[in-house]
């Protein structure tokens, strides 16, 4: 087993509706009487992941509508959140945030507070098997109005300290920029729920500063668009505001061109508070072995540099002090170990 196999590892920007596995798509499916356009797993992979051809992040969140289908039973919803861990866990994942939309597992009645309650349990259940700790952070989604956002917050902020991380914005950066959401974050703000803004994906650097500055947000989904303005690079240096970066879905999603041409060493160098994470492990066929790799192969980061990336990353976690200080602990103590 090689080093990057072997180190432990935080992944902080994980979709729950992104990772699902074929196989319980198939039976979640066959269970719930839902129709698929192919019953063999191989074959399911090309609607349920992007290729190297993928033209945007609209064509990108398509791969979405499937396992959302799969995604509106209580047993389905524990189901896939345990499975989140599981898989996390096999690559030394040792804390992850899974991050959801409750409002689009409803389609069956449940509330969202019932969604994110199924969640959690099944996050939980996957934390006691396999050690790897496990928080939820439940989104907001940029084509809801304010009223259904708002319901979000609210029912998120009954799971603060029982499994809940924070809350986030997601879906269409390009035409649902993050100043229209600022009574719904007021309100996050307001209960003292962390936040996570998607920002400087498919919309320019000028979002990063609005969800920073305006929505409150104390970590950034992305954030590959800075470089567009020198000043809003200096504000997330100087607030020393984590990056979620995703280098292979932000070259899919075409954030960044190519792979040469993401900024992640360009912002490592300049001392950004950078960490690399997965984003939707089934669409984007990734995991965070694959992205350390890509990371030590493609842009040529060390391995010391690479556990500099965990750091970060457990630093900018949404555990509480003492959690947190355990899990750094615990980090450093495996990096000795593996030197």
Known sequence: MDFIERMPKVDLHNHLDGGLRPR????????????????????????????????????????????LKCLQSEKAQRRVAKEAVEDAAKHNVKYIEVRFAP????????????????VI?????????????????????????????LEVIRAASEFMYRGLGGVDLAGDEAHYPPQLFKRVFDEANKY?????????????????????????????????????????????????????????????????PSFE??????????????????????????????????????FGFSNSELMQLQMNAARATFLDKPEKEKL?????NSFENII
């Open 24 to 67: 319980t798509v198939i039976e979640i499916a066959r269970d719930e009487g839902i129709e698929l356009p192919t019953y063999d797993e191989k074959e399911l992979m090309k609607y349920l992941s992007v290729g190297d051809n993928c033209e945007s992040l609209v064509e990108y969140l398509e791969k979405f509508d499937l396992p």
């Open 103 to 118: 409002q689009l597992m409803t389609e069956k009645g449940m509330t969202c507070a019932d969604v994110i309650r199924n």
């Open 261 to 298: 041409q993401h900024p992640v060493r360009k912002y490592f160098d300049l001392g950004l508070n950078v960490t690399v994470n997965t984003d939707n492990t089934t669409v984007s066929n990734t995991d965070m072995t694959r992205e350390l790799n890509i990371l030590k192969n493609k």
């Open 121 to 149: 349990s099944g996050l939980l259940e996957g934390e006691k098997e396999t050690g790897t700790i496990a928080r939820a952070i439940v989104c907001c989604m940029r084509h809801h109005s304010d009223e259904k956002n």
């Open 192 to 256: 003292g729920i962390p936040v996570t803004i998607h920002a400087g994906e498919a919309g320019g650097a000028e979002n990063v500063r609005v969800a920073i500055e305006e929505l409150g947000a104390v970590r950034i989904g992305h954030g590959i668009r800075i470089n567009e303005d020198e000043s809003v690079v200096n504000l997330v240096k100087e607030r020393k505001i984590p990056l979620e970066i995703c280098v292979t879905s932000n070259v899919q999603t075409k954030a960044a």
């Open 328 to 332: 750094l602990s615990e980090l450093k």
